[in-house]
């Protein structure tokens, strides 16, 4: 299958727009090792020591598995987290957002405290446990919240402005915040001061999921969640699909070190190599 995209890119303080006539090939991705899950998962999340974080939508339990999809612990929460959507991790912290709210639970102490509450979040990037950034399509803002749950505008903009943020992911290479930003079909960088640095509009396509790789490729998986498009640093465009027997309607995606991990609609977790 192919698919002809045009798209407008601003990479590095300029404009480019390109008008791809020529189609894009789906390519395959490289099968590893799969796993069917019990009960019901939200979201992945990765841990500090490169292992998967398995939130479960009961908001009761949060699994681990390892690199190779074996399950290793399961962490049963002090306290039922309603209508739990992200989750990310450093290695004192695991970090939960549902549908108002923004969790910490202490590794050490076994608690859960509610850090922060005020927005319906779609997205969440941890820096760490100083500086939390939420998406809040609702009031066309990112928030970024101290350890402390206080919360400042991030980037903030008008109904007229143009701002949707859904999606979120941190460049640690660069110091950068990527963005999908729903309103215009955009992939937006921002610096530590909310300045757009790079922005990719894809037409007609509409994006949930983004994920960053150490190559500065970007992973992205969109509405029907079918394929997952890489975007690298000059703005090259790849589309990948599961091969013959491991295909996907993705709800979320992860990037490790060498693999890309998949949550599907069938509740289980595929690992692919990442392409090079």
Do not use: H
């Not at 980037?155 to 999606?167: A, L, W």
């Not at 699909?241 to 509740?267: H, P, R």
């Amino acid at each position: 299958m192919k698919r002809v995209l045009f798209v407008t890119i601003f990479l590095f303080a300029c404009y480019k727009t390109y008008d791809i006539k020529n189609q894009v090939p789906e390519l395959n991705l490289t099968p590893v090792d799969s796993l069917r899950l019990g009960n019901p998962v939200s979201a992945l999340g990765l841990d500090s020591d490169g292992g998967i974080l398995l939130l479960e939508v009961s908001g009761a339990r949060i699994l681990k598995v390892s690199k190779n999809l074996k399950v290793v612990d399961s962490i049963i929460l002090p306290e039922k987290i309603f209508y739990p959507k992200g989750i990310s991790a450093d290695q004192f912290f695991i970090y939960i957002y549902s549908d108002n709210n923004l969790y910490r639970y202490d590794r050490k102490n076994t608690t859960l405290n509610l850090v922060y509450s005020g927005n319906k979040p779609q997205g969440m990037a941890v820096v760490n446990t100083n500086e939390i950034y939420l998406s809040d399509p609702q009031n066309y803002r990112i928030v970024v919240v101290n350890a402390s749950g206080q919360a400042k505008d991030f980037i903030k903009q008008p109904i007229s402005g143009g701002f949707e943020p859904t999606g979120l992911a941190y460049d640690t290479k660069n110091g950068t915040l990527w963005v999908i930003n729903n309103y215009n079909q955009a992939i937006e960088s921002y610096n530590r001061i909310g300045n757009l640095k790079a922005s990719v509009t894809i037409f007609n396509f509409t994006f949930d999921q983004i994920g960053l790789d150490n190559n500065e490729n970007i992973y992205l998986i969109g509405k029907n969640g079918t394929s997952v498009w890489q975007v690298n640093a000059k703005g090259g465009f790849k589309l990948y699909q599961g091969s013959s027997g491991t295909s996907f309607v993705a709800t979320s995606v992860l990037l490790g070190e060498e693999k890309i991990y998949i949550l599907d609609y069938q509740n289980r977790i595929l690992s692919f190599k990442k392409p090079q």
